[in-house]
């Protein structure tokens, strides 16, 4: 299972407050403003700043 298109229509992300989009593999939350990756474990997005990623997109 995928998160929902429901819960990605009110996730934004926690730093910027900006919109977030699945990324390919559908393992993580991106944010193109912020460069970050959010991981997502076992179906529950984990968006936390100091756990999330570098982007390189």
Do not use: H, Q
Request: net charge negative; charged share 35%; hydrophobic share 40%.
């Amino acid at each position: 299972m995928t998160v929902s298109k429901e819960l990605l229509d009110i996730l934004a992300c926690p730093k910027c407050k900006g919109d977030l989009r699945l990324n390919e593999a559908g393992d993580g939350l991106i944010c193109e403003s912020c460069k970050l990756v959010y991981e997502i474990k076992d179906d529950i997005p984990i968006m936390l700043i100091e756990e999330a990623k570098p982007w390189e997109g």
